[in-house]
Structure formats: C-alpha cells, structure tokens
C-alpha cells in the first residue's frame, strides 16, 4: 500500500531533550516536506528537500534540522525542543512540488 | 514570498446548500493551486487542482475557478453533506525562491443536516 509514515504518533518531552521525529514514504517519491498546523496558522513549512541530500528551508525553520540520506526517508530533529514547538506536525511527500502532496498521518508534540 | 488568504474563515451551510471558499494570492507567475481537505483528526488530502492554462475545472460536486488577473481561485462545492463538514486548505506554488506551496490558513465548512 501507497503510503507516507511517521513515528511516534504522539510525544510528550520535556524542553532541551534532543528528539527525532521519522518519516518514510514507499513511493520513490523524489519531493518531501514538513509541516506544522497551529491552530488559526494553517499549514506552515519548515524544511522540504527535492531528493537526496538537498534540502532547504521553508517558512519556519528556526529550531529545526532535517536531513535526506536515502530519498524513502526525511527525518526531522529537534536538538533542543521549547514550548513553542509544541504543535502538530505533518510529513507529506510527491513526485514534484507541483504535484499531489500525501500526507503522513501526523505527529502531535507537546513539549513541556 | 508568496502570500495565500482564505476567505471566510468559518461557513455554515444547511445540507444540500452549495458552499463557495475564495482563495486569493501574490504572486502573479504562479501556475499551480491546489486544494486540500483535511477532516476532524486526519490527515490533509487533495481534493482538486487546477492549473493556470485552464480556468474551470470539476470533479463531481467539486470544482475549482481561477480568476489569475483578479489572483483567485475558488473552491465550489454543490449540494453539500455532513461528510463535507472539513477544514480545507487552498495552496499557491511559490515561484520566486524556493520550491515549495505556500497555503492559506484553512477554512472550517460546518455543514448543518
């Protein structure tokens, strides 16, 4: 099954604990980004890459780091997480940027 | 940057009611909208594009307008259900820079049996 997956689903932590937040897509997609979703924000981008090892920020980068070895994979780090990263966050991938984004199901972070 | 807005925020409609969304945008050279519906709880889905060669285009009770000397595009839906009840997302490709879509802030459509 076409398919975009992000582990964990749900995540309490705690401010300065280094967390990583995975996300795999089994559609040779080439195009992966990731978003969060605050409540009145809409879908904001934080980084996106255009295949392997080339990544770039997007509109909320601050505090974020991403990296894409292997063109299934798009991880997204946080070395030092704070209360204001407490948000939903969303993997999505497609072929191209102007094409059909899928989404993974989303990851809720509460950061304490 | 690319700047997307949605218009209105929130709208009810009774069942059966068309419902009407207005997505307006920046920047002129962009070719690529999309529209999104993400239900209570879930994921974001794509529900209609349309591209910038094209002016209309429908997909059962769905359809989408765009209007690129007035820089918007609207989100059409006919004869409307509970299972519209949503938020839904209009998205612009942002030209200048990087590679990307820029979306709007979401509309809620309440739709009342």
């Known amino acids: 099954e076409a398919q975009v997956t992000q582990n964990p689903r749900y995540l309490i932590t705690v401010t300065g604990k280094k967390l990583t937040v995975t996300c795999s897509q089994n559609?040779?997609?080439?195009?992966m980004s990731w978003y969060r979703q605050d409540p009145g924000l809409g879908l904001r981008q934080i980084y996106y890459?255009?295949?392997?090892?080339?990544?770039d920020k997007g509109d909320v980068p601050e505090g974020y780091k991403v990296s894409r070895k292997e063109k299934r994979n798009f991880p997204l780090i946080l070395e030092s997480p704070s209360p204001n990263q407490t948000s939903l966050y969303f993997c999505?991938?497609?072929?191209?940027?102007?094409?059909?984004?899928?989404f993974g199901p989303g990851t809720r972070l509460l950061v304490l | 940057g690319e700047n997307v807005e949605q218009h209105p925020s929130t709208l009810s409609v009774q069942e059966g009611d068309s419902a009407v969304i207005k997505c307006t945008y920046s920047d002129s050279a962009s070719n690529y909208f999309p529209w999104y519906k993400q239900e209570l709880g879930k994921r974001p889905q794509l529900i209609i594009d349309i591209r910038s060669n094209v002016g209309e285009k429908k997909d059962q009770r769905i359809a989408v307008t765009l209007n690129k000397t007035a820089k918007h595009f609207s989100l059409h839906i006919t004869e409307t259900q509970p299972e519209d009840s949503a938020v839904y997302f209009c998205a612009a490709k942002v030209t200048k820079g990087n590679n990307r879509l820029a979306f709007g802030k979401g509309n809620q459509v309440v739709v009342i049996p």
């Open positions: 559609m040779n997609h080439e195009y």
């Open positions: 999505a991938s497609s072929f191209q940027y102007q094409e059909t984004q899928y």
């Open positions: 890459s255009m295949n392997v090892e080339v990544t």
